[in-house]
């Protein structure tokens, strides 16, 4: 296990605990302070690839999970976003689990957050959405997991939304998106990162008619 692996793809991190406040500004102006644990993914700043998940996915359905939520940022910017919503989240790192509810708390935003490893807090649920900004550090089993089982926790015409580097596992977790949906559309391009899409049930055909 690799030292940055550890640090938050873990489920009870052995650094000591340090917090710092980090800021979030959308670009509708909406500002957001989380506090972030040391020995949680992005400790002491949001992570740009989180904000640009957010900034463009595309919203729709009402039960939308945040699989690998961290110290919350994305399920509870789409509950405050977006108050119809009902937020799911869940991560295998109890500190960030401890954090994402201290956050959501801080926010005044009811959300169903769960500690447990990918889709196992979820057994029996379906969802509309389901987004995911994937520790690609963890090793290609993990997001390999996290789309191979995404249509079983899917309704009908759902989508999973994720982000990453292109260059840095995001081409092949594309890929691996269109060989297990039939489909995948790229909703973002900006330096580097990009936003991938795919829905249970479309076709490609239908997709590219859209």
Known sequence: MSEKFEHYYTVEPTSKLKVREARLVLKNGHEYIFKTPSG????????????????????HGKKVLDLGCGYGVVGIVLKKEYPDLEVYMSDINKRAVEFAKINAKDHNVE??????????????????????????????????????????FLEEGGSLQVVAYHNKGGRRIRDFM?????????????????????????????????
């Open 178 to 210: 269109e060989e297990i949906f039939g489909n995948v559309e790229e909703l973002c391009k900006t330096g580097g990162i990009r936003v991938y899409r795919s829905v249970k049930g479309l076709k490609e055909d239908e997709d590219n008619a859209e």
């Open 40 to 59: 949680v993914y992005s400790y002491g700043k949001i992570d740009k690839a989180t904000q640009v998940l957010l900034e463009n996915l595309k919203v």
């Open 111 to 152: 959300v169903d957050i769960r500690w447990g490893n990918l889709y196992e807090p979820w057994e029996g649920m379906k969802f509309d959405m389901i987004v995911c900004n994937p520790p690609v550090v963890a090793g290609k089993k993990v997001w390999m997991e996290i789309v191979r089982k995404a249509p079983e």
